[in-house]
């Protein structure tokens, strides 16, 4: 399962002047040998770059003990959906493979850093959820995450069972109702509070809750105040007869609509901004350079979106050419995906990093930041450069 942990862990590994190789393949295309075939393919890529004399011995050899190991890697084949993602640096003596839980652009990328960005684009579509299915009398909750789901609690309260009689004049049948209501209330207030629990233990990002049309609204309104944020959307299920996968799938829906539209949201939110002209950045060359200064809070980042550029790893200066740093004077290094380096950068430096899946404006930028201050202004050499 992929994590913030993960991602950070990697974003940390420094190799110094040895390259870090980078591949992406996705599994469950044409079998279980088709995974393995396109590693291959992708190695194959970068054999040429073994025998370039502009790389140093050490780093050639690097490449060369990449590729062996990443061919000879056991597993593959058990590997049915989803993609893989291998980061290796054998004379740094660095390889980790993370299994990711949906299909990723197959790519293969040589760089001073692991290329991690297409994971943190995954990690943004998995968010941690709870899923209740409750009804008048149980309640199950499980964890969502990452495709994969499990039971964490279940609930049953005492149901009160209905005589076969009505009583005199109906009043018995009115007691028994009248039982059961507060039975059912107090089966609701029962499985708010384990909710609550469930929540307080920051275990979890996101709420949802399905059963019969007719009740969940009426459990909903059990929910403390500060959990009903939480919610990300119900669903109608029989819990009697609904399998795990049914709930499963149903769950996955609602969390993928509340993606898309808390995208939306959050680009509407750069533009109004930038309209006010609050502190924003639009396009690359501006979150650049507001990456550069740390002023990102938040970068959005169009999904795919891919852009050569350069870096200087002594002050954190990023910009699309330049062979010289306009901050310090050192010598810039070229990357194949200028973005990875500054969503990394961005992280670094504590902010958030969001790829949009949804339709919006972004796309006529690329990227966009809201961002903590306004941007510096930049000398004449750094915006020339």
């Given at each position: ?9 990697l974003?940390?590994?420094?190799g110094?002047?040895?390259p ?5 393949a ?6 279980p040998a088709?995974l ?6 992708l190695l194959h890529?970068i054999?040429p ?5 502009s ?7 690097s490449?060369r003990g ?7 890697m ?10 893989v ?9 660095f390889f ?12 293969v990328?040589?760089d001073?850093?692991p ?9 943004d ?8 299915v409750v009804d ?8 969502l995450?990452q495709?994969?789901m499990r ?6 309260d005492p149901?009160l069972?209905?005589?076969n009689y009505a009583?005199?004049y109906g009043?018995?049948e ?5 039982r059961a209501?507060d039975?059912?209330k ?6 708010a509070r384990?909710?609550?629990e469930?929540?307080r ?5 996101l ?6 049309p007719?009740?969940?609204p ?7 105040h500060?959990l009903?944020?939480?919610v990300?959307?119900t669903f109608t ?11 499963r799938r ?5 969390i ?7 995208e939306?949201?959050?680009v ?10 609050r502190p ?6 501006e979150?650049?350079?507001a990456g550069s200064v740390?002023a990102?809070r938040?970068?959005?980042v169009q999904?795919?979106a ?7 790893d002594e002050s954190?200066?990023?910009a699309?050419?330049g062979?010289t740093?306009?901050?310090c004077?050192?010598?810039t290094?070229?990357?194949p995906d200028v ?5 990394q950068?961005v992280?670094d430096?504590?902010g958030?990093v969001?790829?949009v ?6 796309k006529?930028h690329?990227?966009?930041a809201a961002?903590?201050f306004p ?5 004449p ?5």
């Amino acid at each position: 399962m992929i994590t913030t942990e993960t991602i950070s862990r990697l974003i940390r590994f420094n190799g110094g002047d040895l390259p870090v190789v980078s591949l992406y393949a996705r599994a469950g295309l044409d079998g279980p040998a088709a995974l393995r075939t396109q590693v291959n393919s992708l190695l194959h890529e970068i054999r040429p770059v073994t025998d370039d004399e502009s790389l140093g011995r050490r780093a050639r050899l690097s490449i060369r003990g990449d590729i062996e190991r990443m061919e000879a890697m056991e597993g593959l084949e058990r590997v049915e959906s989803g993609a893989v993602a291998i980061f290796s640096c054998s004379e740094g003596g660095f390889f980790e493979r993370v299994d990711l839980p949906r299909a990723v652009r197959c790519r293969v990328v040589i760089d001073a850093t692991p290329w991690v960005r297409p994971m943190l684009a995954v990690l943004d579509e998995y968010h941690r959820a709870c899923v209740l299915v409750v009804d008048r009398r149980s309640a199950q909750a499980w964890e969502l995450c990452q495709g994969e789901m499990r039971e964490i609690r279940e609930l049953r309260d005492p149901a009160l069972r209905k005589p076969n009689y009505a009583g005199w004049y109906g009043l018995m049948e009115h007691r028994v109702r009248n039982r059961a209501d507060d039975l059912t209330k107090r089966h609701f207030r029962n499985a708010a509070r384990v909710l609550d629990e469930l929540f307080r233990a920051g275990d979890h990002e996101l709420l949802i809750v399905g059963g019969h049309p007719e009740e969940v609204p009426n459990f909903l309104e059990f929910l403390p105040h500060d959990l009903r944020p939480k919610v990300a959307g119900t669903f109608t299920i029989d819990l009697r007869t609904a399998t795990a996968a049914d709930i499963r799938r149903s769950a996955e829906r609602i969390i993928e609509r509340y993606e898309r539209d808390e995208e939306r949201r959050q680009v509407a939110e750069v533009m109004e901004h930038a309209a006010m002209r609050r502190p924003v950045a639009l396009g690359l060359d501006e979150c650049l350079w507001a990456g550069s200064v740390a002023a990102v809070r938040t970068l959005l980042v169009q999904e795919g979106a891919t852009a050569p550029g350069v870096v200087c790893d002594e002050s954190g200066w990023l910009a699309t050419s330049g062979d010289t740093c306009p901050l310090c004077g050192r010598a810039t290094r070229r990357t194949p995906d200028v973005i990875d380096e500054l969503a990394q950068a961005v992280i670094d430096e504590s902010g958030s990093v969001e790829h949009v899946l949804a339709d919006t404006q972004l796309k006529d930028h690329g990227v966009a930041a809201a961002l903590r201050f306004p941007l510096p202004r930049r000398t004449p050499q750094e915006a020339l450069s």
